[in-house]
């Protein structure tokens, strides 16, 4: 009887389950998974926007074509470089941060906290528009208000490539609330013996700090370093029409913006995604293959 009675609560836990998390998955599938088939589908035709009527199916044309002849290996290339450029500086940076939010001398630890992961939630057009005007040569507060009061060289002209790419680099910290939130989530569930054995040991600051908290928190890190290249990728998520994807957040992405904006041809853009969805694909397996060198998995014993 009391068997009887504890399946049926487990039961109607489950069946509660389900009807909370209802909303979400009729959403998942109708608003993501679908669309994201039905892409796979349009990567094997030549779906044009301004002609839909005339769609046909053409097989693996649009991928051989992609590979061929589109500029592939170029935008792979930038996107990487991009790549170089951007994710260590955040994951350098939500190490840091999280690292001076972890101090258990920092007041209001609860505010510095949500004032560090604020910036995330903001789109990262804003933030870029919002640093333009920062620099801009004749209102930007860089020149009238910090460089000319010291009697400084303003800036000439906020639009160069290099002050572009100086700037888009500088924006891609905006995003690492999420990131500084994980890596402060495993240091605080550091176990206190595993420090203070360092700290007899005779370990000071920095030593307990690089061979001691890196390697016990380095999942946390691996599982940022993943999130951070698939956010600096970007071009995956057309493959979901849900999202906002007017603007482009990598080079590949600006390729696959300009064939469905631009030239209008859905089906090679989709080939296009599937592709660099695959190469995204390809790089984080790898990553998870060579985790086992440099990641600390408490259960494995080791590094």
């Known amino acids: 009887m009391f068997k009887q009675l504890s399946y049926s609560r487990v039961r109607s836990s489950k069946v509660v389950g389900l009807l909370l998390i209802s909303p979400w998955l009729i959403g ?12 796979l589908g349009l990567s094997f035709t030549d779906f044009y926007m301004l002609a839909p009527e005339e769609t046909q199916f053409v097989g693996l044309a649009n991928y051989v074509d992609a590979l061929q002849n589109s500029p592939i290996g170029l935008f792979v290339a930038i996107t990487l470089g991009v790549i170089i450029r951007t994710v260590p500086l955040q994951l350098g940076a939500s190490i840091l941060f999280a690292a001076l939010l972890n101090n258990s001398r920092l007041k209001l630890p609860v505010f510095t906290r949500t004032l560090f992961f604020i910036p995330s939630i903001i789109p990262g057009v804003a933030i870029l528009f919002m640093w333009f005007g920062f620099v801009d040569p004749t209102t930007g507060w860089l020149n009238r208000f ?26 891609s910290l905006w995003s690492i609330g999420p990131g500084i939130l994980i890596i402060l989530g495993a240091m605080q569930g550091m176990s206190k013996e595993i420090i203070e054995a ?3 040991d005779g370990a000071g600051p920095m030593v307990r700090f690089f061979a001691v908290t890196l390697p016990v928190i380095s999942p946390a890190i691996f599982f940022s370093l993943v999130i951070n290249l698939i956010g600096v990728f970007g071009g995956v998520i057309l493959l979901d029409r849900s999202s906002n994807f007017s603007g482009a957040s990598s080079p590949f992405a600006g390729l696959i913006s300009y064939w469905m904006f631009d030239e209008w041809e859905l089906g090679y853009a989709a080939s296009l995604a599937w592709l660099f969805f695959i190469l ?24």
């Open 28 to 39: 998942f599938l109708l608003f993501k998974f679908l669309p994201i088939v039905a892409s």
């Open 146 to 171: 910090i460089l000319q009061p010291l009697g400084l060289l303003g800036v000439e002209n906020a639009f160069t490539d290099t002050t572009f790419a100086l700037l888009a680099i500088i924006s």
């Open 198 to 200: 360092a700290r007899v």
């Open 280 to 303: 995204v694909l390809l790089v984080i397996v790898f990553l998870f293959r060579t985790s086992r060198r440099w990641v600390f998995y408490p259960d494995q014993g080791g590094v």
